[in-house]
């Protein structure tokens, strides 16, 4: 059973910072990709990053690298994504995924098996 529950979302200023905790609850971690997605109103959902737990490779959309950062510590169980230079278009809803094994591609939101509930972003 997978498990995982999204936080640290709110409203931001452009230009603003947030980050967003995803706490995973599985057995065996290291076996897993954590990804973020998001979705905006009307839009389709979009990968944004993702992390190989075991050696944690990380992996990012164009249309964010160099402004998201993907994390994880093991410790806790969590994943965390850093969001600095907020824009009005990151306006969204955003998505932790998992999926066992190697990461899918993050242009294939329904090649993930797991979601959680999503934590809301909003730039104004």
């Known amino acids: 059973h997978v498990q995982l529950v999204e936080s640290g979302g709110g409203s931001v200023q452009a230009g603003g910072s947030l980050r967003l905790s995803c706490a995973v609850s599985?057995?065996?971690?290291?076996?897993?990709?954590l990804g973020w997605f998001r979705q905006a109103p009307g839009k389709e959902r979009e990968g944004v990053a993702a992390?190989?737990?075991?050696?944690?490779?990380?992996y990012y959309a164009d249309s964010v690298k160099g402004r998201f950062t993907i994390s994880q510590d093991n410790a806790k169980n969590m994943v965390y994504l850093q969001v600095n230079s907020l824009k009005a278009e990151d306006t969204a809803m955003y998505y932790c995924a998992a999926d066992r094994g190697v990461c899918p591609q993050l242009s294939r939101p329904t090649d993930w098996i797991y979601w959680g509930q999503g934590t809301q972003v909003t730039v104004s």
């Open positions: 599985v057995s065996s971690a290291n076996d897993y990709c």
């Open positions: 992390i190989m737990i075991l050696g944690a490779t990380t």
